[in-house]
């Protein structure tokens, strides 16, 4: 029981060893700081599972209607609009706009929570979604643009801009009345 454990010094260690126990201190240190730091807590987040099944969502549309394809079709034009007067400000170079804009993806994605819910798992997630999509690709300009125009990661804005076209149509497509989405065909027919 009088054996000591060697310790390597931190000089002899080898350059992987030395990035994973930082990495491992910082995450250490991000769980510490998130424990103690106070916090608001949301409605939902004290046990999200028994939340969703003893309370109704809290979106405005929780299904397909005619008011939810108008809704979502006037959001989306929102985010479009957004999305190309940003690339004007972007392309006349007026970095002071940058914030302004900024605050409108954000505020344009919380009328979005609001609308169609927090989560892709609700009825009109999607519609959410493609805010958060179009929200992440401005905010990849943004970075590029103060980095001397190189993304951080290459392809980050085209990947965004992808993603929010995708969600975009999914959302036209879950809010919709007149698209079908019930069972498949096998069990309409009885088998």
């Not at 698209?179 to 027919?189: F, L, M, R």
Request: hydrophobic fraction near 35%.
């Amino acid at each position: 029981m009088t054996e000591r454990k060697h310790c390597t010094p931190w000089k002899d260690r080898p350059a992987a060893e030395k990035i994973t126990l930082i990495i491992g201190w910082c995450v250490i240190a991000s769980l510490m700081v998130y424990g103690f730091l106070p916090n608001k807590p949301e409605p939902s987040a004290s046990s999200p599972g028994a939340a969703s099944e003893t309370q109704p969502p809290t979106a405005r549309y929780n299904g397909p209607s005619a008011q939810a394809l108008s809704s979502a079709t006037q959001y989306l034009l929102q985010l479009d609009s957004a999305m190309a007067e940003g690339m004007q400000i972007l392309k006349a170079g007026q970095l002071r706009e940058l914030n302004a804009r900024s605050q409108l993806f954000k505020s344009l994605l919380e009328g979005g929570y609001a609308q169609f819910g927090r989560s892709v798992f609700q009825p009109l997630g999607k519609c959410t979604s493609a805010a958060i999509f179009a929200n992440s690709w401005w905010q990849a300009h943004v970075t590029a643009i103060r980095q001397g125009g190189a993304e951080t990661i290459p392809g980050s804005i085209q990947s965004h801009l992808d993603e929010y076209k995708l969600n975009r149509a999914d959302c036209l497509q879950s809010a919709d009345p007149s698209v079908e989405t019930s069972a498949p065909e096998s069990t309409k027919h009885g088998g």
